[in-house]
């Protein structure tokens, strides 16, 4: 149990604008109307090339809706006994005790990704990215309070600065 952790505190990451999503069902939509009213007014010359399109925006927009049902999901908690991690698709517990390492590295927009890794389970969070257009924030994504996240897990887990390596860094136990 660590004395640095005295009571339970919940972080979730920062959400996306659901724009691109929206807009790759648009257009998966706008291709199967196409093609469906090309088939049904002239059966015999609608040929099979906008199948290919229609399958490549249909798993683009599966896909983004899929991160972001992820990102909807997904939850990370301090606590006097532990971390805890959950998005959806796995649920990891550490105690302070079982984190061996940490690795940190470059992510996209400006965020690091953070490599909590314990004897027998691990997961992934990013600091804070900010997507940038014209020097403007479009959008931010991974977790606005990251680097709070990652010096608690780092000091209750009793872990140090062990290496440099390329772009990221690496802390372990003694």
Not at 65 to 92: C, H, I, M, Y
Not at 109 to 114: D, K, L, Q, T, Y
Not at 124 to 134: A, K, N, Q, S
Request: proline share 5%; charged share 15%.
């Amino acid at each position: 149990m660590s004395t640095l952790v005295t009571s339970p505190r919940e972080y979730t990451p920062e959400k996306l604008s659901r724009r691109g999503e929206i807009t790759a069902w648009a257009l998966a939509g706008v291709v199967a109307l196409v093609w469906g009213v090309a088939r049904t007014t002239q059966p015999g010359t609608a040929s099979l090339l906008p199948l290919p399109v229609l399958v490549l925006f249909g798993l683009a927009a599966a896909s983004i809706s899929f991160g972001n049902w992820v990102d909807q999901q997904t939850v990370l908690r301090v606590a006097p006994e532990g971390v805890f991690f959950a998005n959806g698709l796995r649920k990891v517990h550490l105690p302070w005790s079982d984190i061996q390492s940490i690795e940190v590295a470059p992510a996209q927009w400006g965020a690091r990704r953070v490599h909590v890794m314990g004897a027998h389970a691990h997961f992934f969070f990013c600091t804070l990215g900010r997507v940038e257009r014209d020097g403007k924030i479009q959008g931010q994504t991974g977790f606005a309070r990251g680097h709070e996240i990652l010096q608690t897990i780092i000091l209750a887990a009793g872990l140090h600065r062990i290496e440099q390596s390329a772009p990221g860094y690496y802390y372990a136990r003694d």
